[in-house]
């Protein structure tokens, strides 16, 4: 027998290609494959391409010069067309390129080899399903690096069925999935695709002992191969008629195997033959062992996304009932990386004196632990709260609980049981009147929104972490919240999150909150509408424009803008994140109904310097810079903090009280005045006195005179009230006289004209090297610690 009969009878012809003369030599079975009359022939190369598909046409040149560079055969897939454009059969061309060089240098070459049909669509059907062209070894490598980047990422159980359904496979791409897991001793369908709704249903918990491909899988770890429906009928005729109304004509069903252990079966069904060829079971088998990895990645990952989930939302409250008044809005966000859980907490606690607390805090570290720790610390908190303890007791109680806690657990040997420490700010609130009293241990102090936008840090006092000294003291600072005005109580993962310190943190937290100020009131619209209906829409809006607020100051940390937010620190690190905003209802601040209220709302403040805590004098001059941050004159807020310096440390000096600071600034932009008053329980009055040049007292009140608008003292039943006024000026012209008193003057006048370098400093910028010039000796004693905690260079008191 012929070389040619026996290819002949294995649907194989001989083919040879010249590049160089431009024709094609077949034999009678080459020329049946290609849909020309079967019998020998060299045709020219155009009459030989217009049989191919067009698209694979395109791709030969790269194979074959690969092929050559290579030294290996070119193998590749073809398309056969009809006259009709139709598919008449697919083919395998096997060549061996063979180099040619003509004596001018020119290089052709010479395919020689075989074509082969191939199991695929009947003569007359178009092709339905994508065929991969070109060489099928490399197709199949970068088929399965592409499938195994892609199951790699996938996070879930749903995102890998995705990217199962969308593999397309070299040559054979199915168009029905289904995934099946083992549930006891029956199958469950986990995930499908290529079925319409319902369809699993009769293949939904399938005993495994039921004659079905799928429970065969699972029960040998074998796989199965049907390359035809008359296949599937004869092995499995008990459940031919459910799979036979799908109209499928090939099925791949193969075990997913993870460590040894079957733990389901894949199925990959064919609307178009497919004979399961070596090449072809090898890319299903590597698959199978891909997709079963992914998927036992994923479910290990939702377990784990689920009780770490359920833990922390186990151990956060909910808001509870309306509280008349008040708008509450809260936020948590776990940190990014490892499981997700941390120690930060927030909790709203109602109270037996009709009062509420807002408590927020947060636990050392990011691991299971803190999150146990925190609500261990979140219920002891509730408890000592419910029981009517003052906010410094409760957590005072809070702190002994939590060092006896951790010493209790405390092992040399482990970092897991190592003792830790925890940050809290508990703040009771009357919501009758808004007045707030505030403990603090070691925790952000609290913001506060104005009605008119402006956002000031309100200092309070505090102290040690929670856990570090079982028995601390924690002192309280009371302050009103009022009408419109909105408090932010945040952990520092708010802050800090994105490189930032506390400085650059606080200014983008600011931007939020001053940019979102009228956001409720535009959302109501101008239309005119009753008061009926603006109590009953402000009502509706007053949470979702907190909500709003909320959502943005998270964003600002976790969103696409805090990439272009990032703070001046390398270290990136995220952290937990929990958030509670109080909005006391009223005009202007975007939450509640539309109070009447004036056209320009006036700015207060008010701050307490206890004796003992001298170095609080640096926040009351932060205070007054902070409510003066879009004054026009900036010599007039040096002025403004100077005074109060002054004023503050009098009081502390020359009394045995504590000082009483409140500021406030009344009218429109360009015309407001500026009032501050400082309260003392001392009758003792001050009077103007004729310091000499050396003296080191004596010149506060030629200070007021001098900076002042106007200024005085108002006693009282105890005590006294020293206040000053300024009104807002315009920024002075370069050119124009100032009415103010520069340096030289103002030293003239305060008795130091030996002092000739004070010349020139406008706005007293010069008087940071006279700090605590009509101080007696003994008083620079007592600013030395506040001067060090100062971190800018301000004015000491004069």
Known sequence: MRTEDVLAAVATGLWRWDNASGTVSLDSEAARLLGLPAEP?????????????????????????????????????????????????????????????????????????????????QPGATAAHTTVTGDWRRSREAFLLDAGRALAEARSTTEVLRVAASLSMPGFSPDGLAVFGVDGERLSVIGHHGHGPGDEGPFTDMRL????????????????????PEDYKRRFPATWPLAQRFGRISWAFLPLIVAGRTMGAWMAAFKHPVSFSPDERSVLTTVARMLAQALQRAGVAESERELTTGLQRSMMPTLGPEIPGMRIAARYVPTGGGLQVGGDWYDVIPLPSGRFALVIGDVQGHDVRAAGLMGQLRIAVRAYASEGHRPDAVLSRASRFL????????????????????????AE????????????????????????????MRPTSGGLPLGIVPDTDYPTTRFTLEPGETMMLCTDGLIETGGHDLDTGWARLRAILESDLHGGDEARGPGARGPGAQGREG??????????????????????????????????????????????EGGRCGCGTDAAHPARPGRRTMLTVAQAEPERIAGARQQIKELLHDWADPEQVDSAVLMVSEMVTNVLMHTDGDALLV??????????????????????????????????????????????????????????????????????????????PAGADLAAALGLDGLADLDGLDGLEGLDGLDGVDLLDEELDLLDADRDRDPDPEPGPA
């Open 403 to 426: 060092a006896g806690l951790c010493s209790a657990q405390a092992d040399p040997d482990s970092d897991f049981h190592s003792p830790r420490f925890a940050t809290c700010l508990y």
């Open 539 to 584: 009502r509706g809006q007053a949470r979702g424009h907190l909500e709003k607020l909320a959502d943005l100051l998270v964003q600002a940390v976790h969103g696409p803008s805090s990439h272009h937010t990032t703070g001046p620190l390398a270290d990136r690190r995220e952290d937990d994140i929990a958030l509670v905003l109080l909005c006391r």
């Open 209 to 228: 002992d039921t004659d079905y491909p799928a429970a065969e899988v699972v029960r040998t770890g074998r796989a199965i191969y049907l390359p035809s």
């Open 41 to 121: 022939a060299v045709l020219p190369e155009v009459a030989v391409r217009s049989r191919f598909h067009p698209v694979d046409w395109n791709e030969i040149n790269g194979i074959v010069t690969l092929a050559v560079a290579e030294g290996t055969l070119a193998e590749a897939r073809l398309r056969i067309m009809d006259e009709d454009g139709r598919v008449l059969r697919t083919v395998r061309s096997r060549s061996k390129p063979v180099e040619n060089r003509s004596a001018t240098g020119r290089v052709d070459y010479q395919l020689i080899g075989t074509i082969q049909e191939i199991a695929e669509p």
């Open 663 to 740: 500021a406030e600034a009344v009218g429109e932009l360009g015309r407001r005045r500026l009032r501050v008053e400082v309260a003392d329980g001392s009758d003792e009055l001050p009077h103007k006195r004729q310091p000499g040049e050396m003296a080191s007292s004596g010149r506060g009140v030629l200070l007021m005179e001098m900076l002042a608008d106007s200024w005085g003292v108002d006693p009282r039943g105890e005590g006294k009230s020293i206040w000053f006024e300024l009104q807002e000026l315009s920024p002075p012209d370069s050119g124009a006289p100032d009415a103010r």
């Open 429 to 456: 609130c009357d919501p009758q009147s808004g007045l707030l009293e505030v403990a603090r241990a070691g925790h952000p102090d609290p913001v506060v929104r104005m009605t008119d936008g402006t956002v000031m």
